[in-house]
Each structure stands twice: as structure tokens, then as C-alpha cells.
């Protein structure tokens, strides 16, 4: 077998193992060695993490005297930090949360905040490098979701309950794909990894800001935010939805997680689209509602073209943060999107009849010839690769 580093120093990718045999390994818990490591087909040497998740059972009350036989094993989390915890006789299950330097007493604080209102799971103990919470059988929601009503609706509400969280007087916005928080993102950048992308990320953002920069709101009401609201970091479970991995929240407006939202609607492999015209509204108006906000067609029209306008900006910052994944290839497809959807928002600006266009079809949707007057017929449209909004591929330009 040959062996090479792949990330974090504690994996190795192996890479002259038979897959059948692999997966066979995988799928029996008792073949593995102690005390090692397994996540995604990638064997490793001893894990300092899944040593903390094992000592983190000795804060579960229920466990008194019994948390040195429990059993950790990872579960998921681009960062590795993440274990399912559990005890030979015990019927409970816990999910352990490895903490990072700095952030335990906030990441705590939000989540038993949040579980106080059955906004994420429970809160069972704590300790300046684990969090633990009870474990919810569940998955990730489907993006069926977008499709049907009540699953919809169900959805908005949810996010409205996690953006009414009450946050204290005066508290200042948390960083996040302003142009500030982007050009910072961009200088942090590695040597060499800004040209792997074969874009000048400097100018995108440049160009971003003289298209869109007059066009945001002056003035944003904060709200408490998740900060990496996607399907995959909600759980649907026990009748409900619950949020996890909440490292990202923060104060800030309430369209960046709802154009983050949708971005990642717009490329998810099941939906391949940018959530409908019709889904969006459904959303937007039962989101309203449930914030205690007018929701009527104005309103609803009004909320969602400022999530038209803060897409390019959060396509930017997940392109960015693509770069520091080493996924080059995936960033690229958002980075190439941002300077084509700020163009089309400059090209809307006040009309009314442009703006329509933005929020029927999509911000990163309008066709470049469409935005320089040249009259399209429909099947010039699928000739060109662009099929309307339901029906296409990633929900960005072909």
C-alpha cells in the first residue's frame, strides 16, 4: 500500500486497497483496530480527537462510573471534531462535538440557548473542549423538500424560529461575506492557492462591489444567524427539524442565510435547480409570517430580491472557503458565477421589469443575451443551454 498525507497529519489515504475489501473492513466495527480511527474509507493511526470523545462520556451524568468502556466512533464534520458516543448496556446515545481553541464558551452558550427552544438537540454536559448533546436519529433533510408544500412550509418556520432569537442590545454584525470579511478571506489564502482557481479573486471582488455595493440596503435589521445553513446541517428527526453544527452563527441581516440557503438548493444533486419562483414565495411568505413581519406579495417580493442580491456575495465566500477545502474544481463553478450574477443585478438595478426577471429566474440564471436586448426565442433559449429555472442543471450558468 502507499500512503500519503491527505490533510489533518492524524489521516492517511490509502490507495492500493481493493474497494470491495475495503468497504468489507468498513462495514464490520470488529475488525478495525482499537482505539483507531475510520471516517469515509480512510484508516488512521491513534486519533488525539476520538481520544477527547472517549473522555467526554465522563461528563454525561447517566454514565456515572461507566465512561470508561464507552465507545466513540466519527460521524460526519468536514473538521473531523464530530463522534456518536456510546455505552455497552446503555441504551442512550450522545453526539460529541470536539471544541477549538476559543470558541467552546460561545458554541455552548448558543447551543443550550437554542435547545431551550427545541431549536438543537439537548445539552447533557460541557467542558472547555467537548460539547455533548443527546442523539438525534435522524438525516439531513431532503431537497425534496422544495417540492413539497407542507415539508416546505415546515421549513420556513423552522428558519423563521432560529432567526427570532432574541440578541442583545447593540450587538455588531459577525463577520461574513461582507467585502471586507471576502478580501481578508482572500489574503489569508496560502501561497498560490488564489491562481489555482484561474480567477484574479481581488478583481471579482472589485468588480462585485462597483455593480452591487450601491445597490444592498444602506441599513440591515440583525438577527441571530446560523452562518452555514444548508440541508446538510439540519436534521430531521423525532417529527422535527434541529439545527448542528452551529460554529458559524452570529448576528447578522437574515438574507445571508437565506441566500446561502438557496445557493446550495441550486446545487444540490437532487433538486438540480435554484428553488422555483413559486417555492420561493411559499417559503418567504410562511417565513414572514412566522417572524411576526407583513408577508403579503410586496413583502415577499421585497425580501426575496434582497436575497438576489446578497447570492453573489455568498457565492463568493463559499467559493473562497472551496479554496481552503482544496476543492478547486467545485470553487470555480461559484467563482466564474459571482462577476455574471453581479452584472445582471446591475443591469436590473431599479426597474421594475428587470427586477422581476431576477426573481422569477434567478439571479446567476439570466442569460447574457437577454441582458443585452437581443430578443431570444424560446428554443433559442435550450439551444444556448438554458432552460429556465426548474429544469436546470446546478442551478448556474451553463
Not at 471544541?99 to 427545541?118: F, H, K, N, T
Not at 454536559?125 to 416546505?152: E, M, N
Not at 440583525?222 to 444548508?230: A, E, I, K, P, R
Not at 447578522?252 to 446545487?267: E, Q, S, V
Request: aromatic share 8%.
Amino acid at each position: 500500500a502507499c500512503a500519503e498525507p491527505c490533510g489533518e497529519p492524524i489521516w492517511l489515504k490509502l490507495t492500493a486497497w481493493p474497494p470491495r475489501a475495503l468497504k468489507h473492513w468498513a462495514s464490520h466495527s470488529r475488525h478495525r483496530p482499537p482505539h483507531h480511527a475510520f471516517m469515509g474509507g480512510v484508516f488512521s493511526g491513534p486519533n488525539p480527537k476520538l481520544a477527547c470523545a472517549r473522555q467526554a462520556a465522563a461528563l454525561i451524568p447517566a454514565w456515572d462510573g461507566l465512561a470508561s468502556s464507552a465507545c466513540a466512533e466519527p460521524c460526519g464534520g468536514s473538521k473531523g471534531v464530530v463522534f456518536k458516543l456510546s455505552c455497552p448496556g446503555q441504551s442512550d446515545v450522545y453526539c460529541v462535538r470536539i471544541l477549538q481553541p476559543g470558541e467552546s464558551l460561545m458554541l455552548v452558550s448558543m447551543s443550550r440557548a437554542l435547545a431551550a427552544r427545541g431549536l438543537c438537540p439537548e445539552v447533557v454536559g460541557s467542558s472547555s473542549t467537548a460539547l455533548v448533546q443527546r442523539w438525534i436519529q435522524g438525516s439531513a433533510p431532503s431537497a425534496f423538500h422544495w417540492r413539497d408544500r407542507d415539508s416546505l412550509l415546515r421549513l420556513a418556520r423552522f428558519v423563521a424560529r432560529l432567526h427570532s432569537l432574541p440578541l442583545e442590545p447593540g450587538t455588531a454584525e459577525a463577520p461574513k461575506a461582507r467585502l471586507a470579511d471576502l478580501r481578508g478571506l482572500v489574503a489569508g489564502l496560502p501561497p498560490g492557492k488564489a491562481e489555482s482557481v484561474g480567477v484574479n479573486l481581488y478583481e471579482v471582488i472589485s468588480e462585485l462591489e462597483s455593480n452591487c455595493g450601491s445597490l444592498l440596503p444602506s441599513r440591515h435589521e440583525l438577527v441571530f444567524t446560523h452562518g452555514d445553513l444548508h440541508m446538510g446541517n439540519l436534521i430531521e428527526g423525532e417529527g422535527r427539524l434541529w439545527a448542528i453544527d452551529l460554529e458559524g452563527a452570529g448576528s447578522r441581516p437574515r438574507t445571508t442565510d437565506l441566500a446561502y440557503l438557496f445557493l446550495h438548493m441550486g446545487t444540490n444533486h437532487v433538486l438540480k435547480a435554484y428553488p422555483s419562483w413559486d417555492s420561493r414565495q411559499v417559503f418567504a411568505a410562511a417565513y414572514l409570517q412566522e417572524c411576526g413581519k407583513p408577508h403579503d406579495t410586496g413583502a415577499v417580493a421585497e425580501l426575496l430580491y434582497e436575497v438576489e442580491l446578497e447570492w453573489p456575495f455568498q457565492a463568493l465566500w463559499y467559493g473562497i472557503i472551496l479554496i481552503y477545502l482544496q476543492m478547486p474544481h467545485f470553487a470555480t463553478i461559484f467563482l466564474h458565477s459571482v462577476p455574471h450574477a453581479g452584472r445582471v443585478l446591475a443591469w436590473a438595478g431599479s426597474d421594475a421589469e428587470r427586477r422581476q426577471q431576477v426573481l422569477e429566474h434567478g439571479v446567476s440564471a439570466i442569460p447574457h443575451d437577454y441582458m443585452t436586448h437581443q430578443v431570444m426565442a424560446p428554443e433559442a433559449f435550450q439551444l444556448s443551454g438554458w432552460r429556465g429555472c426548474n429544469e436546470r442543471p446546478n442551478g448556474l450558468p451553463q
